[in-house]
């Protein structure tokens, strides 16, 4: 499976058909063959990989603060108006994004030194 016309044409499924270039190089890595991979869109996708974890953690922590914001200004303000407000969609929204933040420092514990770049 290791010649030019292979990279070639994994070159261009690349961008033809992403599901078909994934699985096509799993297969050839499975077999040993590094000569006929893909290797510059694979880097690109290891790369782009590593940004979107950071991507959905910054969204998760955005989302969390907002939440926590409206829970300890708008919350008092609103219970009082409305006594039928009890801020259950917050309060499950808080706890969804805290699992969630939790969930992806179990899979990538090195989100954790990003922090303090999202603040």
Not at 99 to 114: A, C, E, T, V, Y
Request: proline share 2%; glycine share 2%.
């Amino acid at each position: 499976m290791s010649s030019k016309n292979v990279v070639i044409d994994l070159k261009k499924l690349y961008t033809e058909d992403f599901s078909k270039w994934a699985m096509l190089n799993s297969e050839i890595l499975r077999c040993r063959d590094f000569e006929a991979l893909d290797i510059e869109h694979i880097l690109e996708e290891l790369s782009d990989m590593g940004i979107s974890e950071r991507n959905e953690l910054e969204s998760r922590l955005t989302v969390l603060l907002a939440h926590l914001l409206k829970w300890q200004y708008q919350y008092p303000f609103l219970s009082e108006r409305r006594r039928e407000f009890k801020g259950n969609s917050w309060r499950s929204i808080l706890i969804e994004q805290r699992n969630r933040i939790k969930k992806r420092f179990k899979q990538s514990p090195d989100l954790h030194s990003k922090i303090k770049e999202f603040f």
